[in-house]
C-alpha cells in the first residue's frame, strides 16, 4: 500500500485545512487509517483513527472536538478536516495504515506511511 498526503500548509490560528491521503497499491489489505503528526523537537504522535467500514473512530484529547476523520473507500482517500486550529497544531502531519482491525494508537501497530505534509498555524 502507497500513501500519499497532501492538503498542507499555512493557516491561521482559528482557521481550517482538510488533509487527505490517498492510497493506492493494494489497497483492500488494510482495515484502519490513522494520522499522526510530528512538531518540531517531538516524537511522533497519535492524532485519529478509523475503520475502514467508518464505524470506529478515535481522537487523541487534544484535537477531539476540533479534528475529524474520514474515509472514502471509492476514492481510496481519507481525509482529516481540522477545524479551529491552534499554533500547537503545527506538525507534519502523516497518515498510516494498518493491515489489522483493531484500532490502534501506537505508531508501531501500522504497517505504511505517507511521506508526510507540513501544517504550520500562524498566531
Known amino acids: 500500500v502507497q500513501l500519499v498526503e497532501s492538503g498542507g500548509g499555512l493557516v491561521q490560528a482559528g482557521g481550517s485545512l482538510r488533509l487527505s491521503c490517498e492510497a493506492s497499491?493494494?489497497?483492500?489489505?488494510?482495515?484502519?487509517m490513522g494520522w499522526f503528526r510530528q512538531a518540531p523537537g517531538k516524537e511522533r504522535e497519535f492524532v485519529a483513527a478509523?475503520?475502514?467500514?467508518?464505524?470506529?473512530?478515535r481522537y487523541s484529547d487534544s484535537v477531539k472536538d476540533r479534528f475529524t476523520i474520514s474515509l472514502d473507500n471509492a476514492k481510496n482517500t481519507g481525509y482529516l478536516q481540522m477545524n479551529s486550529v491552534k499554533p500547537e497544531d503545527t506538525a507534519v502531519y502523516y497518515c498510516?495504515?494498518?493491515?489489522?482491525?483493531?484500532?490502534?494508537?501506537?505508531?508501531?501497530?501500522?504497517?505504511?506511511w505517507g511521506q508526510g505534509t507540513k501544517v504550520t498555524v500562524s498566531s
Open positions: 478509523i475503520t475502514r467500514s467508518g464505524d470506529n473512530t
Open positions: 497499491g493494494r489497497t483492500f489489505s488494510y482495515y484502519v
Open positions: 498510516a495504515a494498518d493491515t489489522t482491525a483493531r484500532i490502534q494508537d501506537r505508531e508501531f501497530e501500522y504497517d505504511y
